[in-house]
């Protein structure tokens, strides 16, 4: 059974970029066919599919954030990344880490994580 678990920061200051860690455990990054998506969801707003990195490393973005979203793996330790750069106040969110969505948004997203808080203030 998999699980995921995001860490990272609960408060970034407007113009650094975020950095969220999602661990996976009871599955692998690189199992075939495999697709680990990154979700947030701003206070009284919908999901936001914002990325996703297939097995075997692939990449793709929201269009809406794409010039500022990064996302990577470390395989040895079954981790993948969010990098968002440039945060307002507008990125407010709780931010998840979900597996699915390879097909380039919010479809097939199965296993989630718990979620994290994450506030952009000075």
């Known amino acids: 059974q998999v699980q995921l678990q995001e860490s990272g920061p609960g408060l970034v200051k407007p113009s650094q970029t975020l950095s969220l860690t999602c661990t996976v455990s009871?599955?692998?990054?690189?199992?075939?066919?495999?697709?680990w998506s990154w979700v947030r969801q701003p206070p009284g707003k919908g999901l936001e599919w914002m990325g996703v990195?297939?097995?075997?490393?692939?990449?793709y973005y929201s269009p809406s954030q794409k010039n500022r979203v990064s996302i990577s793996r470390d395989t040895s330790k079954n981790q993948f990344s969010l990098q968002l750069r440039s945060v307002t106040p507008e990125d407010r969110a709780v931010y998840y880490c979900?597996?699915?969505?390879?097909?380039?948004?919010?479809?097939?997203?199965?296993?989630w994580g718990q979620g994290t808080q994450v506030t952009v203030s000075s």
């Open positions: 990195i297939l097995y075997g490393g692939t990449t």
């Open positions: 009871g599955g692998s990054l690189t199992s075939t066919y495999s697709a």
């Open positions: 979900v597996t699915g969505g390879g097909g380039g948004g919010l479809t097939r997203l199965d296993c």
